[in-house]
T-cell receptor, first 117, second 114 residues
Framework: AQKITQTQPGMFVQEKEAVTLDCTYD???????LFWYKQPSSGEMIFLIY??????QNATEGRYSLNFQKARKSANLVISASQLGDSAMYFC??????????????FGRGTSLIVHP | DTAVSQTPKYLVTQMGNDKSIKCEQN?????MYWYKQDSKKFLKIMFS???????INETVPNRFSPKSPDKAHLNLHINSLELGDSAVYFC?????????????FGPGTRLLVL
């Protein structure tokens, strides 16, 4: 079974609008971390935001926020006020603790976001 | 002052050859990783070293051999290259091996096997 599921292979959004990229995860370990990375067409992997399983509040970093719903095992990325430079692939990732996955990082298959002017 | 660097950036070679990819990080991190990203952008971990010790060794052909001479370097040697090895290989590092440690990635090495 996939540990990280990103159901949207592609998303389109108008510049200046908000967009939500979906991510659901599967783990039985109470301790885990969730990450989002951005990969523009130039190819590098850029860390965006982190959410820990014990964090009480949703993580935010500038225009990025993580909508963490623990009971539903979802960790959606919200990008507010989209910019043309946000066009990229976005990957959700998870690291589980020792009882789940021995800290092995697992990545989803990514969502391609295109921002229209 | 690049945090995680890889050389070479591009590598084009013939089937059957042996090649190496080098990775260095200047972040003072203890843990380093190798990932393979296939043509469909799927990113899969191959190896991880913590303080020069191998801690993650996923199902990878034994033609792939990582070597960590010190904790700032993790090289990947590939023997008898095959067409299916064509991919982008990313090196990454994190402070430690724990659930909250962010990985920082190198720019990637684009390997094409002809």
């Amino acid at each position: 079974a996939q540990k990280i599921t990103q159901t949207q292979p592609g998303m389109f959004v108008q510049e200046k609008e908000a967009v939500t990229l979906d991510c659901t995860y599967d783990t039985s370990d109470p301790s885990y971390g969730l990450f989002w990375y951005k990969q523009p067409s130039s190819g590098e992997m850029i860390f965006l935001i982190y959410q820990g399983s014990y964090d009480q509040q949703n993580a935010t970093e500038g225009r990025y926020s993580l909508n963490f719903q623990k009971a539903r095992k979802s960790a959606n990325l919200v990008i507010s006020a989209s910019q043309l430079g946000d066009s990229a692939m976005y990957f959700c990732a998870m690291r589980e603790g020792p009882s789940g996955g021995s800290y092995i990082p697992t990545f989803g298959r990514g969502t391609s976001l295109i921002v229209h002017p | 002052d690049t945090a995680v660097s890889q050389t070479p950036k591009y590598l084009v070679t013939q089937m059957g050859n042996d090649k190496s990819i080098k990775c260095e990080q200047n972040l003072g991190h203890d843990t380093m990783y190798w990932y393979k990203q296939d043509s469909k952008k799927f990113l899969k971990i191959m190896f991880s070293y913590n303080n020069k010790e191998l801690i993650i060794n996923e199902t990878v052909p034994n033609r792939f051999s990582p070597k960590s001479p010190d904790k700032a370097h993790l090289n990947l040697h590939i023997n008898s290259l095959e067409l299916g090895d064509s991919a982008v290989y990313f090196c990454a590092s994190s402070q430690r091996t724990s659930v909250q440690e962010t990985q920082y990635f190198g720019p990637g090495t684009r390997l094409l096997v002809l």
